[in-house]
């Protein structure tokens, strides 16, 4: 299936390609006088893609491209793709011996080829019409699906140049559906600090309070109707987009595999951010850091989850110092980018105190996620042992889960560990000892005795 996918990419983008060149070929030809049959580049039609099923053709069509959104698009693949087609752009102003500004461009640190930016692509589709220059800005506005849907992306390396220096190019997530036919989840790393996480668990397994699980159906519920509640009922102008909530209570009591399920049950990916690359004790760089993960995020309807968050968004302080100010600064600029996007945010934290105030205030449900009852700890134990035969005759689980106090996640480790105990003593099942021992280390951990 992929290896079609591909070859059908393949062949799309070799038609595009060529229609590209012929394209630059004319706007250089009109630009320094030399003789050509068309008097406008628009006069070399794109190739009809009505009937093909190719992953590029399937996005030309489903925002119904025009001419200038096409060169917008192949400019940006091209560098991936065919290379050498924009060598052209390497002719030298003998005037000045060197490149013509008006081509744009950048040139790699490692690619020897020409890398385009927005002056490149408005020379090729406008040539030096000053009119056209400014409706061009249309397609690299916020608003514009190439910005808004996180196809495109302009990538500014310098403060105060040019908007049209910006670099042009083609994001990781349609380089990979345009080229393989298999759209690529974006890598961890210091750029992008945060990682996808999924559970093979189900509902099912999810063992809360029905309050809790009524709340958290809430979520599911806007994610399902966030469509009608805004545009059919028309709440836009009225309500903020988005949906930001507060899981907090002790450790190991399911919120992250609440926020998991959540994204799992509504067909969205689930992001957590590494607050570890993140945080950054210089001036600016936690905001830098931050702002990669929601513009990429703002386009593909991700769920945020902000893992023991009060670390990034804890209480502002008295200004007293130069630092308390810049701190205070970055809990403000968080607290602004977590209000204005228009996805899901889950925030959780073990301790609720140590939040700022200010996000409490605009959560739209804050959920407490309690240490599991006797019933509910019953069903945890249950859930590790179910469908399996490692349990011995003498495991009573009804006498584990009323006689000790744990929640979810220390069960999992008492579970764990009492697997390995049997395991290294040659036996093929747990044995209530086992889970004695188990429970033991546990409560030792937790600073607390059977």
């Not at 052209?88 to 000045?96: G, I, L, Q, S």
């Not at 450790?251 to 998991?260: D, W």
């Not at 700022?356 to 249950?382: H, N, T």
Request: proline share 3%; net charge negative.
């Amino acid at each position: 299936m992929m290896m079609h996918a591909a070859s059908a990419n393949a062949r799309t983008l070799e038609a595009e390609i060529g229609w590209f060149t012929r394209v630059m070929e004319t706007r250089f030809s009109l630009h320094f006088g030399q003789e050509t049959t068309c008097s406008d580049v628009r006069e070399h039609v794109p190739p009809r893609l009505d009937s093909d099923d190719s992953e590029y053709a399937r996005l030309v069509r489903q925002f119904g491209m025009d001419f200038d959104e096409r060169v917008l698009l192949i400019l940006a693949l091209i560098p991936h793709v065919r290379p050498e087609v924009l060598d052209m752009f390497f002719v030298n102003n003998k005037n000045f011996g060197r490149g013509f500004t008006e081509f744009g461009g950048w040139k790699g640190k490692v690619h020897g080829g020409f890398l385009p930016t927005c002056e490149t692509a408005s020379f090729v589709i406008n040539g030096s019409c000053l009119d056209s220059r400014f409706r061009f800005l249309k397609m690299l506005d916020d608003s514009h699906f190439f910005i808004e849907k996180g196809i495109i992306e302009i990538d500014h390396q310098e403060e105060g140049e040019p908007f049209f220096a910006g670099m042009l190019k083609i994001s990781g997530e349609y380089l990979s559906l345009l080229t393989t036919g298999r759209s690529q989840k974006p890598d961890f790393s210091a750029k992008f600090p945060a990682r996808r996480i999924t559970t093979p668990l189900a509902w099912d397994d999810l063992v809360l309070d029905r309050e809790v699980l009524d709340e958290v159906e809430n979520i599911t519920a806007w994610i399902r109707h966030e469509n009608t509640i805004m545009n059919e009922w028309g709440l836009e102008r009225t309500v903020k987009p988005g949906y930001r909530c507060l899981f907090y209570g002790p450790p190991g009591t399911g919120k992250t595999l609440t926020a998991t399920l959540i994204g799992a049950n509504s067909g969205l990916d689930v992001y957590r951010i590494d607050l570890s690359m993140v945080v950054s004790k210089y001036i600016g760089e936690t905001e830098k850091n931050l702002a990669g993960v929601f513009d990429q995020a703002k386009s593909r309807k991700w769920i945020l989850f902000f893992d023991e968050a009060d670390a990034l968004f804890g209480k502002r302080t008295q200004a007293s110092s130069s630092n308390d100010r810049y701190a205070n600064q970055e809990v403000s600029y968080l607290l602004q980018r977590v209000e204005d996007f228009p996805g899901v945010v889950i925030l959780a934290t073990n301790l609720r105190a140590n939040l700022d105030e200010a996000f409490a205030r605009r959560f739209q449900s804050s959920i407490f996620f309690p240490l599991p009852d006797a019933e509910q700890r019953r069903k945890l134990w249950e859930g590790h042992f179910r469908g399996k035969s490692i349990a011995g005759e003498d495991v009573d689980l009804d006498r584990v889960a009323e006689e000790h106090l744990l929640s979810g996640g220390a069960i999992a480790n008492v579970v764990r560990y009492a697997a390995i105990r049997a395991l290294n003593m040659g036996r093929s099942g747990i044995s209530q000892e086992d889970l004695a021992k188990g429970v033991a280390k546990e409560l030792i951990k937790e600073g607390k005795t059977i």
